[in-house]
């Protein structure tokens, strides 16, 4: 059957009588009765709905329009608004946030305009679910990902995709210019055709599959209509990894298992991965558990030639993670259906010993060197007030870095270490934290409330301190932006430089080499935190036994987040509130805190009664 591609809403205008006359249909108010009421005989005649049935079809198209707008500006009610439309039961504070969402007139397009106002609903359904909930994500998506933009995308093909295009660039004096960029191809001299029986073995972006291996012809590809533009085995990788671009962290996880599984396939298996069996998936398997010599090397930079798939042996808990990332992975082929069956699920996971402690509390800080690190006065406060020469010279800085405010930058740390320690995000929670999401209570004056969205694509809140606003509050001010305006859509966290790579400057500078306000990525964050907490548990000048130096050179963003849940606890706070704040699925999660903070108990009263 012929597909169509048209992309585009109707252009249907309403008036503010509609608006009026949905209220009052929301508040149950007889068809008959609003027409009456609300609209003249000639208008109706205009309208077409010079009957009930009519006039409810214009209402109903109208709360449909209004309910997708209001659920992209908004996801904490997207359930509320479904409910109600399902029920038609609402209250009188939903239809008044619903109509609300009239105040906005898309008679022009604007960058920020959700795709919902634009595009059928199933193309906003679908564009959304790929992260481009606005005009402008929509533009720096295709401008990142190139011509090829909607392959990954199911049921968008080329046809709809140049609509897409194309209206986007007949609107460029409202929007701005549309930036088509090219495929991102690898560097061919760099690249490695993979063979059969191969040792010379490269990460997935180096590497080139040969024509009868690349999977165009698999014995199990699906032979009806594939919902992803995917010629060949490579294709799908990248159609499926790109689902995770605003996951860097599952991304490059699930990455590094299909690479690994996609080099065996070729070289040990000699087979493509879209033809591999039952008994290919329970070879690997085998494989992963013994891995060969060749296979495995010092952790290297994706781009050097002695670059090896495996840093060591898989431990069960590794072994298992893999096999479960495939056949996810290959599920996934099957939905879309570029394969026709998957040949893991009847592959049993590998036995996993279950762990007493699942997360290790024990990297949380002790409260008094949490204390001394970051309360007032203490050592990141030190320097933050230190002269920018004094820390060159201290940290013996060249380079970009020595062009660098040291002191805003530890700012900027000492933001994001209190952003963390006193509520418990996570690093990725985090780095893509902004400003519109952060609110005062007026209640409580030093606590903030601050929205987050955690794993499991679920959102919650959490309440910073005063100190920990203040903190962010002088970062801002070191980014020369306005943090007073808690409409932003800034994150709370950006760096002040841009790193001196050809992707970090492409990301962070304007076509005048000025610094835009992107955010970190998760690796970002993490590596400014850590590069700090290291030069403090180094720094001689500090009054630092050798236990606190270990303890701050070993920490991690995530330790934070430990020290959060441990400080916590032993502040008595009720489990299931920390449960709440931390985004525990299961309370039995949160209980590790207790015993972690029981063992700390032990310990303290057994130096007690040793002293006595």
Known sequence: ??????????????????????????????????????????????????????????????????????????????????????????????????????????????????????????????????????????????????????????????????????????????????????????????????????????????????????????????????????????DAIDAYLYKFRAQEKTRRAYQKEIERFLLWCITVRSTPMSAVLQDDCEAYKDFIASIPPNWVGLKRKRHDHGWRPFAGPLSPASQRYAIQAIRLFFNWLVNVRYLGGNPWMTVADPRVATAIHPIQIDKALPEALWSKLIAGGGLIDQLCTTPDEVLRQRYRLRGATAQLSMSAQFRLVRAALLLIGDTGIRREEAAYATRDKLKSLPDTPDLWELDVLGKRNKWRTVFPTKRAVDALRAHWADRGSDFSYGLSELPLLSPLMAPPTQSAQAKHLDEQQQLLERGFSVDGLYQVIKTALRRIATDETFPLDEWERGQLHRAAPHAFRHTFGTHAVASDVPLDVVQKVLGHASLQTTTIYVQAEKKRSIAELGKFLRNT
């Open 1 to 234: 059957m012929a597909q169509h591609n048209e992309v585009l809403l109707h252009a249907r205008h309403f008036t503010r009588v509609d608006f009026t006359a949905l209220r009052a249909w929301l508040n149950r108010l007889p068809l008959h009765q609003i027409s009456a009421l609300y609209y003249h005989e000639d208008d109706l005649q205009v309208l077409d709905c010079n009957s009930d049935g009519k006039l409810q079809n214009r209402l109903e198209e109208l709360r449909d329009r209004l309910i997708e707008r209001a659920i992209d500006n908004n996801a904490h009610v997207a359930e509320l608004l479904r409910n109600a439309r399902r029920s038609h039961a609402w209250s009188g504070k939903l239809v008044n946030f619903l109509v609300q969402a009239a105040d906005t007139q898309f008679s022009k397009p604007e960058r920020n305009d959700p795709v919902s106002a634009w595009f059928r609903p199933a193309i906003a359904r679908l564009l959304r679910a790929e992260g481009a909930r606005s005009l402008g994500d929509l533009m720096a998506l295709i401008a990142t990902r190139g011509n090829g933009w909607w392959k990954p995308i199911p049921r968008i093909g080329a046809g709809k995709a140049a609509r897409i295009v194309a209206w986007l660039q007949s609107q460029a004096s409202e929007i701005g210019e549309l930036t088509l960029g090219a495929d991102i191809q690898p560097d061919p001299a760099s690249c490695v055709v993979l063979r059969p029986g191969q040792t010379d073995l490269a990460p997935i972006e180096r590497i080139l599959l040969p024509y009868e291996l690349d999977g165009h012809e698999g014995r199990n590809r699906h032979s009806g209509l594939c919902l992803i533009s995917a010629r060949h085995d490579r």
